[in-house]
């Protein structure tokens, strides 16, 4: 699926590490939320609260889901599932474009 219909999107930006990564909060008929944006490249460290599944449109990167001990390289069409009250690093090879979806 190339696109969402139907839905509202905050107006102000998510920007996180120095606008290193920027999304945009996309809200459903049915109130469930995804994010969609970009991580330029960079190592970063995420935090997460909830479950999500972080869905690659464009680029590659590599991560190393929290108590692993070697990263995983993802490209456009792939996926990774972090758990709830974890963390992840992600280093981005080029400019990522993601889809963020909580569970």
């Given at each position: 699926m190339s696109q969402f219909d139907n839905v509202s999107v905050l107006k102000q930006g998510n920007v996180y590490f120095d606008g290193k990564c920027v999304s945009h909060t996309v809200i459903f008929a049915d109130?469930?939320?995804?994010?969609?944006?970009?991580?330029?490249?960079?190592?970063?460290?995420?935090?997460?609260?909830?479950?999500?599944?972080?869905?690659v449109i464009a680029g590659v990167c590599n991560v190393t889901l929290a108590g692993e001990a070697s990263a995983k390289t993802y490209s456009a069409g792939q996926s990774f599932e972090v758990p709830g009250n974890s963390s992840f690093d992600i280093e981005t090879i080029e400019t990522l474009h993601y889809v963020c979806h909580f569970a």
């Amino acid at each position: 699926m190339s696109q969402f219909d139907n839905v509202s999107v905050l107006k102000q930006g998510n920007v996180y590490f120095d606008g290193k990564c920027v999304s945009h909060t996309v809200i459903f008929a049915d109130g469930s939320k995804k994010t969609v944006g970009v991580i330029l490249p960079s190592q970063l460290k995420f935090n997460t609260g909830a479950p999500e599944i972080m869905e690659v449109i464009a680029g590659v990167c590599n991560v190393t889901l929290a108590g692993e001990a070697s990263a995983k390289t993802y490209s456009a069409g792939q996926s990774f599932e972090v758990p709830g009250n974890s963390s992840f690093d992600i280093e981005t090879i080029e400019t990522l474009h993601y889809v963020c979806h909580f569970a």
